[in-house]
Every structure is written in structure tokens, then in C-alpha cells.
């Protein structure tokens, strides 16, 4: 049974950072991914992180791209969502997703996932 359980939510303020954590239990798999959902919204990704290819490959939406960086600690097979410079609109849940290999495109249709974690919830006040 594979398990995903994201932590590192919370509360901040418009402006700051969090850091998201996601250990995996699904051994071998090559794509970790970050999505999100606000209320009344549907799934967005975030970003995405292919490590099957010769150079490990990241993915990231465009309204993310230099706020967050994603990356893994292999030896704990955790990926993390580094992410700064906060704003209201990336209050969501966050949720960790993991496959086997990065479906096409990686931050397309959330369900193309195989494993998902329970979420963890981001509220940025302004």
C-alpha cells in the first residue's frame, strides 16, 4: 500500500514562505507532483518533478515559476515544495501526487496520477 502524507501547511501572511513535505513509500517511482485546490476550483498543478529521464527534469505552472522550487531527497525518497513569496491566491490545499512515470503533460489532469496523499492546507492572508 502505497502512502503519501503531506505536511508543512499552515497560515501565513502575504509575502512569506512554507515548505512542504511529502514521504513516499511508493519505492522506485520516477514522478512526484504538487497540486493544488481552492475552494469552488478544480485541481491545478504546481509543479512536477521527473526524475526518470537521463537529467532530472522539473515542471512548473507559470503562476508558480520563481515562488516555488520542488525537489527530493532521495535517500528519504521525501519530495518538498519550497515555496516563497506567498500570495492570498495560493491559498489551497495542497496535494503531494506520485506515479510510476511522469504522465503527459506532468501538470495536466490530476488523475493521470496513480498515488495521492490526504493534502495539507495553505492560507496566505494579505
Known amino acids: 500500500q502505497v502512502r503519501l502524507v503531506e505536511s508543512g501547511g499552515g497560515s501565513v501572511q502575504a509575502g512569506g514562505s512554507l515548505r512542504l513535505s511529502c514521504p513516499s513509500s511508493a519505492d522506485g517511482s520516477s514522478c512526484m507532483a504538487w497540486f493544488r485546490q481552492a475552494p469552488g476550483k478544480e485541481h491545478e498543478g504546481v509543479a512536477a518533478?521527473?526524475?526518470?529521464?537521463?537529467?532530472?527534469?522539473?515542471y512548473y505552472a507559470d503562476s508558480v515559476k520563481g515562488r516555488f522550487t520542488i525537489s527530493q531527497d532521495n535517500d528519504k525518497n521525501t519530495v518538498y515544495l519550497q515555496m516563497n513569496s506567498l500570495t492570498p491566491e495560493d491559498t489551497a490545499m495542497y496535494y503531494c501526487a506520485a506515479d510510476w512515470i511522469c504522465p503527459a503533460p506532468p501538470l495536466g489532469n490530476w488523475r493521470s496520477y496513480a498515488f495521492w496523499g490526504q493534502g495539507t492546507q495553505v492560507t496566505v492572508s494579505s
Open positions: 518533478l521527473n526524475t526518470r529521464i537521463p537529467n532530472t527534469r522539473t
